[in-house]
């Protein structure tokens, strides 16, 4: 039997403001880098249990960028 495949490590990004610039604050870059890899990590779960309950993966890849991109911005200004 193989060994379970490690999933590639999460390259964190360097945090921009609507304006471009970077942001500075390290409280606010650990929140969102620790936000990113929960959200990785649920993922992963996630796509695992699809695979071993016999779920196309293609499929269950391509529902997680659907739920990505229908993601609503509530602070979106008019």
């Not at 929140?31 to 779920?55: H, P, T």
């Amino acid at each position: 039997m193989s060994a379970r495949r490690q999933p590639h490590k999460l390259v964190l990004p360097t945090w921009r403001t609507p304006e471009g610039e970077a942001v500075s604050c390290l409280e606010k870059i650990k929140v969102l880098n620790e936000n990113l890899e929960e959200i990785r990590d649920l993922a992963q779960e996630a796509l695992e249990d699809a695979v071993l309950m016999g779920a196309d993966e293609a499929q269950f890849r391509a529902v997680l960028h659907e739920i990505a991109e229908g993601l609503a911005n509530p602070y979106k200004k008019p």
